[in-house]
């Protein structure tokens, strides 16, 4: 490989080091007219060819450049800079891939209202995705009692019961509204209203267990508490906020060469 074919750049005072046909990746973009000498805002100092712009996001748009993929760490969180520097040098493959991983990422939120009164427990789950408004609309089952038989007179035993299930109540696309116990006037106990939350198999009536079953099946897709309110004087409710962020480890465009304005596949989501 001979010098000509690499090329040395001064971007933001940091110093890389290319292949020629790593920058001409994209053949209208500024880095390509940067190396073909069609960009005059470029200037070649001592063999380098100066860029005054941030160094260390150029790092990331040379990664882009020679794998076709991004791969940022875990902690990364300036995504709207590093969109402004694809922007920059007119990069549009990446600009769209970054615009999608922005979409994506924003944080879905979810609110779990929780009310005990008395006998009686009632929930009110609200949330930003709806599709883990839909994972729980299929996983919550309310089971109301059905007497299906008359006690006899002097018979201590009470009237057979069956459980008639229910899906929740869904007042919208992004709330579903349930609860469970017995509101303390029905004989003999009939009446009374269970929640079963899949994969649990249980039928449970008492609140308190509902909800930590309900919380507990939150975290396990992902969400973790951000806050609680504080009750309002005379308001006996509770409201905990939870929040989820989904960001994809690898930013990747297909590998098969094609046009720079060709619309990028969203990355994979596991």
Known sequence: MSSEDLVTLNVGGKIFTTRLSTLKQFPTSRLAGMVDGRD???KTVNGQIFVDRDGALFSF???FLRNRELLLPSDFSDYLRLQREALFYELD???ELLSQHLLQSRPALMEV??????TQAFFRVFGS???TIELLARRITVFVEQPTGLARSGNPFPPQVT???LPPQRPSHHDLVFHCG???TIENHAGVRYISIKPDNRKLANGTNVFGLLIDTLLKEGFHLVSTRTPASGDKSECYVFERIKRPQVLGEN???KPENTTIPPPSQK
């Open 61 to 63: 748009i040379l990664d």
């Open 40 to 42: 005059p805002e470029f």
């Open 255 to 257: 590998k098969t060469p």
């Open 182 to 184: 017995s509101d303390g």
């Open 163 to 165: 459980l008639l299930p």
């Open 113 to 118: 209202h929780f009310l005990n009164r008395n």
């Open 93 to 95: 493959s990446l600009v």
């Open 129 to 131: 995705c709806n599709k």
